[in-house]
């Protein structure tokens, strides 16, 4: 009677929380009480689940090792790690999700799950919504600071790149219940501005005169300004004149400033609006204000040292300080950053802020963050909150090795790019007649989501830290690991469903889902590790994770489809289920990687 009252009290607890259909998370709680109850005396020991990688089973429990390293010698029963992995298993509550378990080498609890369990929370997906699989963050409120390029200057394929994956972060971060706040951190500010009014002055006494088309392209504007600059010392004189002029807001200066963002903006517009990604402009001038404060703020706290001139912040492991006041009392690059989190950690009560740059900027970033630490504004401990990141990136080559610059340096040009992905997959679809099939409306959308989607993915799939060649053909291919190849890939599993003639919302509901058949059990296995691999995906800021994901479900998918008749089998409803199960997952991956899903093709 004792037994079956502490059994039902382990079980009810298991159950305290709802299924999460994260089967790490679940199965974390169910080890968490096998291992309170095989060691009690230790409170610290946090369950170490993992997907098997061998065929032992589908998940494994790893404590039973370094529990054994902690006890040990403390007086136990136990004789080494295998004991300890057996007693894990023996105290195992009774669980559902669990069909048999098994303890192999140093004392891995090797767990088989329960096909009937997989099979139900499949279908519980279908029915309640892929949004009841999303990641369970502590966190409630992000930044995510991307894009970022700026005013009058290139933005090159960096930003690009920084646009795609800040992009999938923050979608990520969305899907998992996190409040984000994507922000464009846009360089506008700065001494440049100076010659830029100047040279708007000189070209354009009358100011209405000054609009878009007159200017032009921005960047030949930057240019010719700077050979005035270097060239004319009258024009360079009023152009210093002029930074102070707009720094102290005159307001003729402050107007000729805003005129320049505001074509720099429509220009970066255009490439959100084809990339579909929202930002919110704040940039680097709406912290100017902030600034005197903080480096105050940090004086007090007697962080702030004098250095040659300058005021300083050193920070400990680095040999160069991080300059915050220039020599000539001009606030900086560091400035500005120091400023913006402090806003967005006080103001806008932001849990962690993460920024998207290349890898260049991995030192300016890691000096900001240590000395935030040292004031105290972020956890000192990168496992708890509040805290920041840098999601460094690397570079994107040409087909001949170096960087990827000058062909499509400038905005027009990034523009361009995308515009050719589009046109060449359109130019496909128009090869297999598609031109003949569908409206015209059908055609550009279709060019667009595989053409813009081929682009992203072929940035998004490689780990960001490596660098990576540009090749529309290896892009745009059909096959292998590309967005072409995915998105034609859940195109043909809707036709399935399509061509079934059933009422595949109907057979969510009457339906049932069963995992008899290997391939059917693998697929299924493999859509029950979403959740986990999206919070993977978040913890080291990866997208890459998610493609890979992806890649296999299609994987996995074309194993079971071609063993496993679907439409006009025995077996064609649960079939059809798990074919719907396939294509909800593969459009929310999609969804997070910043991709339009096709549904025909
Ligand atoms: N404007 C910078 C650049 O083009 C990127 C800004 C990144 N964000 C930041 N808070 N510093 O390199």
Redesign the pocket.
Known sequence: ALAATKTRSITSMANEEENTGNVKRELEKVFDLALKATVRNETDVRPLIAACTAKFGDYQCNNAMGLWSKIKGKGTEFKGPQPVGQAIMKNLPPSEMIESCSVAGPGFVNVVLSKNWMAKNIQKMLVDGIETWAPKLRVKKAVV?FS???IAKEMHVG?LRSTIIGDSLARMLEFSNVEVLRRN?V?DWGTQFGMLIEYLFEKFPNSEDANETAIGELQEFYRRSKNRFDSDPAFKERAQQAVVRLQSGEPKYHEAWAQICEISRKEFDKVYKRLRVDLEEKGESFYNPYIPGVIDELSKQGLVEESQGARVIFIEGVNIPLIIVKSDGGFNYAST?LA?LWYRLNEEKAEWII?V?DVG?QLHFDMVFSAAKRAGWLSADDSTYPKASHVGFGLVLGEDGKRLRTRFSEVVRLVDLLDEAKNRSKAVLIERGKDKEWTEEELEQTAEAVGYGAAKYFDLKNNRLTNYTFSFDQMLNDKGNTAVYLLYAHARICSIIRKSGKDIEELKKTGSLVLDHADERALGLHLLHFSEVIEEALTNLLPNVVCEYLYNLSEYFTRFYSNCQVVGSAEETSRLLLCEATATVMRKCFHLLGIVPVYKI
Do not use: E
């Open positions: 600071d970022s390029p700026n930003h951190h360089g950053d913006a920024y740059t900027q």
